[in-house]
C-alpha cells in the first residue's frame, strides 16, 4: 500500500491553535487540576520570555479564584471584586499560553484554542472597561497569536493592547501614581507591549501604531544580581530591557528601510551608526546573557544537572541571539546592498 500524502493543510489540522470566528467552540469549562497544570507550565515557560507578572500575587488572586472555576458567576464582577472580569480574561490568556507549550500532554491543543477563544470574547466585550489586567491579557493574546504563527492577528491584537495601554494612561509614567499602578508592573507592561509591536510590525509588513513622542516611560528598574544571584525573579526582569534596546534598534532600520530608496546616500553613515548601535547592545549584556558565551551548550550532564530546556538562562540567552541574526539580519543586509548600490553608483558618476 502506498503511503498517503498529506498536504500542509492536514499535517497542521490536528494543532489549530486558534478556532475559527465562524466553528463552534467545544462546551468547556475552567477544571482546576488542569488549569493549575497550565498556569504552572506558563511561569514555566512563557513567563521567562514575558516576564511581565508578579507571580506571587498573581497567583494569590488566582487561588481566590479556583473554587468558583466552571461556575457561571466567574466571569461577574462583585462588589469585593468590581475587577474580576478584566482578570478572568488575563487568565484566559495566560492558560492559552501554558498550555499551547505543554509538550507531553494530547489535549494541550484544544485547551489552548479553547482559552484564547474564551479570553478573545472577554476582551471584545471588556473594551470599555480597560484596566491594567485587560491591557495585559491583550498583549498576552497578541504573543499566543504571534506564537501560533497568525501573524496579522497578532499585530491586530497588540494594537488593541496599545490603544487600551493609552487610554488608561499607561504610557506616562508620571500617571501611574495616581492611578493606582505598581510603578514596576507597568514599566514591565509596556515594554513588551512596545517590544512586541516592533516585532509584530516586521512579522506583519505593517506600520507601528507606537510613535516615541507617545511614550513618557522608563525601564524597569531591577539591581544587577551577580552570578551566584542570576536565578531570581529580578535577574530574569532584565532581559526586558535588553530586548527593548534592540527593538530600539530595529526600529531605526524600520525607518531606514522605508526611505533608503529615495535616499541611499544617507546609509552610508546610517550603516555605520547602526552597527555602533548593535555593538554598545551587545557589549551591555550581562555575562549571564551574553551572545557571545557558549554557555548555553551545557547538557544535561553538566554539573549543576541543568539542561538547556529548563535553564531559563540558557533560553532568554538564546532568545537574544535569535534576535539579533535572524530578525535584525534581513533588514540589515537589504539596507547595506542598497547602500553599497548607491556607493558603486557614486563612483560611476
Not at 514596576?184 to 515594554?191: G, K, N
Request: with cysteine; proline share 4%; glycine share 4%.
Amino acid at each position: 500500500m502506498v503511503p498517503k500524502t498529506l498536504d500542509l493543510d492536514e499535517l497542521t489540522s490536528f494543532c489549530d491553535y486558534i478556532v475559527p470566528p465562524h466553528a463552534l467552540r467545544g462546551n468547556r469549562r475552567l477544571q482546576v487540576h488542569i488549569a493549575d497544570r497550565h498556569l504552572e507550565n506558563f511561569f514555566r515557560t512563557i513567563h521567562i520570555f514575558l516576564p511581565i507578572l508578579e507571580k506571587s500575587r498573581f497567583k494569590q488572586k488566582y487561588d481566590a479564584l479556583r473554587k468558583v472555576f466552571g461556575d457561571k458567576r466567574l466571569v461577574f464582577a462583585t462588589s469585593e471584586d468590581p475587577n474580576r472580569p478584566q482578570f478572568v480574561c488575563l487568565l484566559h490568556a495566560i492558560l492559552a499560553l501554558g498550555a499551547l507549550y505543554e509538550d507531553d500532554q494530547d489535549d494541550s491543543s484544544m485547551w489552548a484554542s479553547w482559552y484564547f477563544a474564551e479570553a478573545q470574547s472577554l476582551l471584545g466585550r471588556l473594551l470599555d472597561a480597560s484596566n491594567l489586567e485587560l491591557t495585559q491579557a491583550a498583549a498576552f493574546l497578541g504573543a499566543y497569536a504571534q506564537h501560533a504563527i497568525k501573524p496579522n492577528l497578532a499585530y491586530n491584537l497588540n494594537g488593541i493592547a496599545a490603544r487600551l495601554a493609552y487610554s488608561i494612561g499607561l504610557n506616562v509614567e508620571s500617571m501611574h501614581r495616581s492611578l493606582g499602578f505598581d510603578k514596576e508592573e507597568a514599566r514591565r507592561t509596556w515594554a513588551i507591549i512596545y517590544i512586541q509591536e516592533v516585532e509584530l510590525s516586521l512579522d506583519a509588513g505593517r506600520p507601528m501604531s507606537i510613535r516615541s513622542s507617545d511614550m513618557n516611560m522608563n525601564y524597569p528598574t531591577v539591581q544587577l544580581p551577580t552570578t551566584d544571584q542570576s536565578r531570581t525573579d529580578a535577574a530574569q526582569v532584565m532581559f526586558i530591557t535588553h530586548l527593548a534596546n534592540i527593538s530600539k534598534i530595529i526600529k531605526n532600520i524600520l525607518k531606514l528601510s522605508g526611505v533608503h530608496e529615495e535616499r541611499p546616500i544617507l546609509l552610508l553613515d546610517d550603516r555605520e551608526s547602526l552597527r555602533q548601535q548593535l555593538d554598545r547592545w551587545r557589549d551591555s549584556l550581562p555575562n549571564y546573557l551574553s551572545i557571545e558565551s557558549k554557555d548555553y551548550e551545557r547538557n544535561d550532564g553538566d554539573d549543576d544537572g541543568v539542561s538547556f530546556l529548563h535553564d531559563w538562562r540558557a533560553r532568554q540567552q538564546s532568545s537574544l541571539r535569535i534576535r539579533k541574526w535572524e530578525l535584525f539580519s534581513p533588514i540589515y543586509v537589504t539596507l547595506c546592498r542598497a547602500s553599497s548600490g548607491a556607493d558603486r553608483q557614486q563612483t560611476t558618476t
